[in-house]
């Protein structure tokens, strides 16, 4: 789809799809046991936060579309940290809550009363930060993604509903605060609500997807046969390749192509939790569960915002989307789940 869209792209992301498997058998061949990570859990949630930081640095940082996620150090590399960042962050949670599970859940619940500072601020400190740096970016979709992926793991640590509901709270309090703050989340907001109100504007992205996704039907266009070029050459939606190549597909290859597309990330969610619930020791547990929900909740928030499922947020569909930082990163995180499968399998034929 994207040598569909450009060939010159896609030979671009054909150079980074090898750079990816290459990192992928890297680790495989090297790391030759995942579990050390949980040594180094603390570095490597400091570093998550130091990789979201780059991009708001001066001179490296550039913005494009509203948010500052992409670093340039003035070479041909350009590349958004905040994807590795992504797979550090669960690396630190499933190591933090593995060791303070059990007070954050029996034996807060047992006392009556929130868990004690000393259990729950290293948490609260590596998770607000990384908030705190997405908010000034204005990565809207990487918030909602690290946040997601947050409560996901903290119920899978707790078992507690509690938690999952106190975060929603302050989410909602969160994003009406920054709404009422902010005018590129206002101008986010009211595109979604009302998209026809002046297609022109913020919602004009959103109107070309809906029209896209629209005139593809059931089975689509054909391969090659949609209307996603101007006659100049130029894609009738800004960043197709990236942030709406879902659109794409669904008007070349129709609801059931676009189904399909769903149909596998759905099952890349069963297998990974799968692996979580089969595996013998903590860490390994919230490791897969993590890595899985970091995946398939960064394929919804997009899929979401393109169709107008919920307000549009700028990020990549894993494995698709044009990127070398998210293709790099997503080969990464694939890798530890299936260093993690691999272990739960070998336990299995014992």
């Known amino acids: 789809m994207i040598y569909r869209i450009d060939p010159e792209l896609a030979f671009r992301q054909g150079l980074w799809v090898v750079a990816g498997v290459a990192v992928f058998a890297a680790l495989v061949l090297f790391l030759r046991d995942y579990r050390a990570l949980d040594n180094v859990k603390y ?3 400091v570093s998550a936060i130091v990789l979201l930081v780059l991009p708001a640095l001066p001179f490296i940082g550039r913005t494009i579309n509203g948010a500052t996620l992409w670093v340039d150090f003035g070479g041909p590399l350009v590349f958004q940290p905040g994807e590795l960042a992504k797979v550090l962050f669960v690396i ?4 933090y809550l593995r060791d303070n599970r059990e007070m954050l859940s029996y034996g807060a619940a047992g006392q009556g009363r929130l868990p004690s500072p000393k259990h729950l601020g290293p948490l609260l400190l590596i998770w607000g930060g990384a908030m705190l740096v997405l908010f000034q970016t204005r990565d809207l979709g990487g918030a909602l993604l690290y946040f997601a992926i947050f409560l996901v793991m903290l119920y899978a640590a707790t078992a507690r509903w509690s ?16 709404y009422r703050v902010i005018p590129h989340v206002q101008d986010r907001v009211q595109g979604w609500l009302d998209p026809w109100a002046d297609p022109e504007s913020q919602s004009y992205q959103l109107v070309q997807s809906l029209y896209a996704v629209s005139s593809g039907g059931v089975f689509g266009s054909g391969l090659g046969n949609g209307i996603l070029l101007t006659p100049e050459g130029d894609p009738y939606i800004p960043f197709l390749e990236t ?3 879902f659109s794409a597909i669904a008007q070349e290859l129709g609801l059931a192509g676009g189904a399909g597309v769903i149909l ?17 020791d903590g860490f390994s547990k919230l490791l897969a569960a993590g890595l899985t929900a970091a995946l398939a909740i960064q394929a919804f928030i997009i899929i979401g ?3 107008g499922l919920i307000p549009l947020t700028g990020i990549t569909l894993p494995f698709v989307s044009y990127g070398g930082s998210s293709i790099v990163a997503n080969f990464v995180l694939l890798a530890l789940l299936l260093m993690v499968s691999d272990r739960v399998n070998r336990g299995e034929l014992r």
């Open 243 to 245: 942030d709406f190549i």
């Open 305 to 307: 915002g393109v169709v």
């Open 163 to 178: 938690f999952v509901a106190a975060g929603l709270a302050l989410f909602l309090a969160g994003a009406f605060a920054l």
């Open 43 to 45: 570095l490597l949630g």
């Open 264 to 280: 596998l990330y759905l099952i890349f969610a069963y297998r990974g939790f799968r692996i979580s619930m089969l595996a013998q």
């Open 92 to 95: 630190f949670l499933a190591g």
